[in-house]
T-cell receptor, first 113, second 109 residues
């Protein structure tokens, strides 16, 4: 059974650019969550999608957005990149929201220069 | 009060010893509890989930849940240098997952 797949794994952007990250959840999982992780900050929750609808949102500016498609695949977008957006972006999927086991992808490491 | 509290460590234990990691949480309605292991530069890997009071064992790992006292712990028996990582606890609540900031474990050979 394939795990959560994230692409791209690594990317380098410059300030002001935008970036789109992709996530394919485990087959059968309809809940997809996104997290940002920076050294010393722990996992910061960005948002969660379920059945193509954003269900929960963390405390991030509107530059961070996402969407989910009918096949449960999800994308997140960050516009007008800032240096502080450099981080590991993690996607996770679960079968049952909030109670089921949450599985993470390998992450997309974004560096903003 | 933080929703989840973990000692950041590092917790250093000698090889072969038992490592004990603890986590307290503030939400009494939480139903699901998880332990993740995260190696430096890698993503979190689920190692244990526990839903009921008591102990749950899986190989060298034992998770202990006490809902009345609002804590969950992870015991790692026969610790190996390869267990050196950051361990995150998490709980599920109302369609959300709340993560601790992690305890860094160092197993000394």
């Amino acid at each position: 059974k394939a795990g959560v797949t994230q692409t791209p794994r690594y990317l380098i952007k410059t300030r002001g650019q935008q970036v789109t990250l992709s996530c394919s959840p485990i087959s059968g999982h309809r809940s997809v969550s996104w997290y940002q992780q920076t050294p010393g900050q722990g996992l910061q929750f960005l948002f969660e999608y379920f059945s193509e609808t954003q269900r929960n949102k963390g405390n991030f500016p509107g530059r961070f957005s996402g969407r989910q498609f009918s096949n449960s695949r999800s994308e997140m977008n960050v516009s007008t990149l800032e240096l502080g957006d450099s981080a590991l972006y993690l996607c996770a999927s679960s079968f049952r929201r909030g109670t089921g086991e949450l599985f993470f992808g390998e992450g997309s490491r974004l560096t903003v220069l | 009060q933080k929703e989840v509290e973990q000692n950041s460590g590092p917790l250093s234990v000698p090889e072969g010893a038992i490592a004990s990691l603890n986590c307290t949480y503030s939400d009494r309605v939480s139903q699901s509890f998880f332990w993740y292991r995260q190696y430096s530069g890698k993503s979190p890997e689920l190692i244990m989930s526990i839903y009921s009071n008591g102990d749950k064992e899986d190989g060298r790992f034992t998770a202990q849940l006490n809902k009345a006292s609002q804590y969950v712990s992870l015991l790692i028996r026969d610790s190996q240098p390869s267990d050196s990582a950051t361990y995150l606890c998490a709980f599920g609540r109302t369609y959300k997952y709340i993560f601790g900031t992690g305890t860094r474990l160092k197993v000394l050979a």
